[in-house]
């Protein structure tokens, strides 16, 4: 199916099982590096695999699993794909 340019959503408001591409969003430059080296860059490829607790988030990246935390989650920003009606 097509596909539109997708909605920019908030990682936290990402339910498990949705996914997209992340885009670093508000996320102060030195926490961006800090996830970089954790494999998580603008463009990868992401889903959601759970809720935590404080309400954060367990997200795949490849075959790469990775916690962050509420705040983070806000934060980091996901292109979600639309589908033409």
């Known amino acids: ?3 539109t340019s997708g909605d920019v959503r908030p990682l936290a408001s990402l339910p498990p099982g949705a996914g997209g591409t992340l885009g670093l969003g508000r996320v102060v430059r030195a926490h961006g590096l800090r996830l ?3 494999g998580l860059r603008a463009g990868a490829q ?3 695999l759970g809720r935590t607790a404080g309400g954060g988030r ?3 990246v490849g075959s790469t699993r990775i916690g962050v935390d509420r705040e983070t ?3 980091l920003e996901v292109l979600v ?3 033409l009606a």
């Open 81 to 83: 794909p639309g589908v």
């Open 46 to 48: 992401v889903t959601v």
């Open 73 to 75: 989650s806000r934060r």
């Open 58 to 60: 367990v997200i795949g």
């Open 36 to 38: 970089a080296q954790l």
């Open 1 to 3: 199916m097509p596909t």
